[in-house]
């Protein structure tokens, strides 16, 4: 049985609603965080950094061998919560967000051990959300962390094209951002359609499988979250079976009122 969240998108006059970005990084040298400040700067979103839980270790010593040696236990039982190191708890709930980018960098040609921890965790939260990648590396090439990112995310809809910053490229990550940006589109993105709607007598329901209107209406019309029309009746509910998760925006009308919802799909 498929589970629905209903969200209201809004109750004013061609009030356009946009999607909420949290943005979760892990930096070890400082070069993450750089880009992060760098983003934030040019989005609004939320920023989660995850930690560590046990601090000072020194992951460069001895050519990165605590690094190393967490990434093989990783590498040797991915499926076992032992294998990942301890992080700080955080205070993040999933459902408030649309997209999610994940910022961290490479050790040994994979993601790092604790950001790994985190998607461990939360990675099946991001079902169906909007998810992109920004790496941080000083040469090697980044499909390791890519692979990692889409093994704890498995029902994230990964947006193309990963943003690969090296370590060299650090006091530069504006620019770079700024291009990356426009080449996932990420304004189209976070925005979702213009909803008027007031002194209604229907309301979209969701449930079992289904998306329907409660009570009169003309048409209700079903978006993905890009903008493509997916669905639309005059008066048999919608079955969302064949639909992927994700986020979808459902437009019902009756006569000149209208009522526009966010359902995200799971």
Known sequence: MKKFTLTMV???????ANAKTL???YSYTNNVEKIVNALSSQIECDVLEV?????????????????????????????DASSYPAIDNVDVNMDDYDMVIIACPLWWSQMAAPFQTFLFKYGDQMAGKNI?????????GISGVVADAQRLIP????IEPTL???????????????????????NGLTSALASVAGGNDFEIVASNGMIGVNGDFNTL??????????AETAGAPVNTDAFRPGIYIAHAKKGTHTITRKINIR
């Open 10 to 16: 809004g109750l004013l006059c061609a009030v356009a």
């Open 23 to 25: 943005v979760a990084y």
């Open 51 to 79: 930690e560590p839980a046990e601090k000072g270790l020194d992951y460069a010593a001895n050519n990165y061998a605590i690094g190393s040696a967490q990434i093989a236990a990783i590498r040797n039982n991915p499926d």
């Open 132 to 140: 992109g990648v920004i790496v941080s590396s000083s040469s090697s």
């Open 155 to 158: 029902e994230g809809n990964f």
């Open 164 to 186: 690969w910053i090296r370590s060299s490229q650090t006091s530069g990550a504006a620019s770079l951002i700024s291009e990356w940006l426009t080449d996932i589109n990420y």
């Open 221 to 230: 019309v079903l978006y993905d979250f890009a903008g493509n029309k997916v």
